[in-house]
């Protein structure tokens, strides 16, 4: 049990770690931070599949709650760096907790998600590497015991059959009856105001999603070229981590404002800017869905 609870595991890490790994798994873990999944998923909506990244976005928003009450309900201390060579010291600055991993978690549901989307045996093999180079780097870099890596890629697990449901919402009318909708946004404000900095940042992103979904089955980027998609996706992306580089100047403890701002970010991000860059491109690029 050791192996799985205690510091064994980092122990023998530190036997063959060496300056090129400290680099490579640095590098890894920050496929798994949430940054890089919505940033990822962003250009999915714009030139890609709106419906299919609909359905991404919204299992990656649930299991991001998931995770985040389980850490609250489990409540476990992440390693020492007394006792491990910890290597990235950002989950220690947040005080989160370690049970689960949430970047074993979120690497099961984005890169599955993904797999079943592209139906690829090539790519299933890829995004299995992927979800294995992720969750070891976080025992590399010695911010999780392997017992957390194993719970989070349990619970991923169990949330990739929400896939099907999801996207048969999405293929449908895809953001929910009004009422429901509504329901939905009040719910997510009052997480906000009980909750803590990675509730109000979910919340947001859940606001602001439905709050654009009233607008976004009703267009997309038709990018003739794929100069005309890259372009849209290169500006898009300045447009968006220039949003996020903004709402870091938030102070940590106003999270009604942090919340608000997330849900502006993705109305921008998800419903100003493909109308734009339609436009953009040309004016009948405004399509049906």
Known sequence: MDWLTGYAVFHWIATWANPFCDVFFRAVTDLGYPTFYYVAIAPLFWVVDRRHAAGLFLLVLASAYVNTYAKVLVHTPRPDPALARVLDMRPYQSHSNSFPSGHAQGAVVFWGYLAWWIGRRWFTAVAVVLIALISFSRLYLAVHFPIDVLGGATVGVLLLPLIKPLQRWADGDCFAPRWLRATIILGACALTVTGDLAIATISGSMIGFLVGGYWLPHQRVEAGTRWHASGVVAVGLALQ??????????????????????????????????RVAALWLRPSAVAAR
């Open 241 to 274: 981590l220039g949003l996020v580089a903004a709402l870091a100047r938030i102070p940590a403890t106003q999270l009604l404002a942090l919340c608000g701002s997330v849900a502006l970010l993705w109305i921008i991000a998800l419903w100003v800017y493909p």
